[in-house]
């Protein structure tokens, strides 16, 4: 795994690897994850502490490697954060790939006629948080989000459309969650 090129990014806020605990029980045990904006590696990190098999690249790492021009020989589902300016493309790559995936976005993505048409045409399930996350910021220091994020996901057969979860502190490394549905 390679580092960022550009550590100083408007796009470079670190996931806290508590942002994975509602969405580990839809994920398979067997499955390969493509994590594809890695970043620092904390999801990657956290998948592996978790027994997951983990694919990992980053969106600056190059062309080459690059989410929007590459593909893996091999993965299950994708699972990242990734940077908010690339949203659409994003969404649209994964949803052309046909695979499982689960996109860390915030909740702005619902407010655009392209999203919303690709939505409509695709499906879309969400796991929406309790609280905002603390992402870790390019100085290195959290920062409570000015933005309150979810997880969009599509063919985790999640069984429902929309799942509000609970947060655990950051501190606390168990995979308790809460989850209420409406």
């Known amino acids: 795994m390679k580092l960022p090129l550009n550590v100083n990014s408007s796009d470079d806020f670190q996931t806290p690897p508590i942002a994975l605990k509602p969405l580990i029980p839809y994920l398979k045990k067997d499955w390969t994850i493509w994590e594809c904006a890695c970043g620092k590696g904390n999801l990657v990190n956290e998948f592996t502490k978790l027994g997951f098999n983990v694919v990992c690249t980053d969106i600056l790492q190059s062309l080459h490697y690059n989410f929007l021009f590459y593909e893996p020989d091999f993965y299950d589902c994708i699972v990242t954060n990734p940077p908010y300016s690339k949203k659409q493309e994003f969404l649209e790559r994964c949803y052309r790939i046909g695979k499982p995936f689960a996109l860390l976005l915030p909740l702005t993505t619902f407010e655009t006629y392209n999203r919303q048409k690709l939505f409509k045409r695709y499906g879309l399930e969400v796991i929406l948080f309790d609280k905002r996350i603390n992402f870790k910021t390019p100085s290195g220091q959290g920062s409570g989000s000015w933005f309150a994020t979810a997880w969009f996901t599509?063919?985790?057969?999640?069984?429902?459309?929309?799942?509000?979860?609970?947060?655990?502190?950051?501190?606390?490394?168990?995979?308790?969650?809460?989850?209420?549905?409406?």
């Open 154 to 182: 599509n063919w985790l057969n999640i069984g429902q459309q929309l799942i509000f979860t609970k947060l655990n502190n950051e501190e606390d490394n168990c995979l308790k969650f809460f989850t209420e549905t409406i």
